[in-house]
């Protein structure tokens, strides 16, 4: 039990930093200015809506397809909520798989594993 | 029937563990040619290209897209999850868009937001441990137009969007709250 403390205190003290390579301020209203183009590209295409597609925005499923549409313009400059993704995915599913190493969806599931 | 998701990370997640040598080689000879095509239509096709001589834009949409089309699709997925970059890869998983419109869709995308980032430069940073505080610090009028929190993963782990400018200030708040 100590150990367990201890530990959650560790972790709560510690702070990692570190610059993501190769990012500019996304996900954030400091790239406003560019709405309107990204608007643009995304009511471009023909989506064949499907109920099966988390929303980074709203942390649920996309409603429809004006629904998808806003999200993925919203995600662009809003917080994206990955603790509600994952709660989502915790609740509903068995399992989840990725094509990216194994390894990569490990790290984030630990990472995020202090809130579930 | 067990319901599976299927999980698609984001760019600097890959970006991380996907090294040079490893895209050089597994990239496929249809991800080449694919990527000659949109280059082409797109007018942003370099000579560099051609040389193998990547640079940082050519590298980020190039790995995304090289792991995207090596991997084959599966039917039995029922939910699909994925973080900033990732949601877009999920509509080619999910069906929503053909692999054409996903290409397409990420590169035109990645172009505007590398072009805004030019015009306003600043990046992210991944703060694991993050004090119970930093809402408040980022809401200081310091760093309040340039500092916002841009993903959530956890209570203790985020990524964060800074400007350039406010940088060095930022980190060395960051730096005494750790000691």
Known sequence: MFIKILKIYLR?????????????AWHSS????????????????????????LSNFTGYKH????????????????????????KFIKKNCFNYESPFKIKTIQKIIYLTKSNI | MKKIALILPPQHFQFKEVSLKDIKKNI????????????????????SYIKKKF?????????????IL???????????????????????FANILSLNETIDLVLRRAKILYDENKKNPGFMLSIYGAPSNLKKIINTP??????????????FFYNISVRKNVYKNFKNILKKKKN
């Open chain 1, 12 to 24: 709560k003290k510690k702070i990692n930093f570190s610059i993501l390579q190769g990012t500019g």
């Open chain 1, 30 to 53: 400091l790239i406003l200015n560019s709405k309107n183009k990204i608007k643009k590209l995304i009511n471009n295409y023909n989506y064949k809506f499907k109920d099966c597609l």
């Open chain 1, 63 to 86: 409603k429809n397809k004006s629904n998808l549409k806003n999200n993925l313009i919203s995600q662009t400059f809003n917080v994206i909520r990955w603790d509600k993704n994952i």
């Open chain 2, 28 to 47: 496929k000879i249809i991800v080449l040619k694919k990527f000659r095509e949109i280059f082409k239509k797109n007018f942003i096709w370099k000579k």
């Open chain 2, 55 to 67: 640079n940082k834009y050519e590298i980020n949409t190039i790995v995304l897209i090289s792991i």
């Open chain 2, 70 to 92: 090596s991997k084959n699709k599966n039917s039995k997925y029922t939910l699909f999850g994925g973080v900033s970059i990732g949601e877009f890869l999920s509509l080619y």
């Open chain 2, 142 to 155: 310091k760093f309040k137009n340039n500092v916002k929190i841009s993903i959530i993963y956890s209570k």
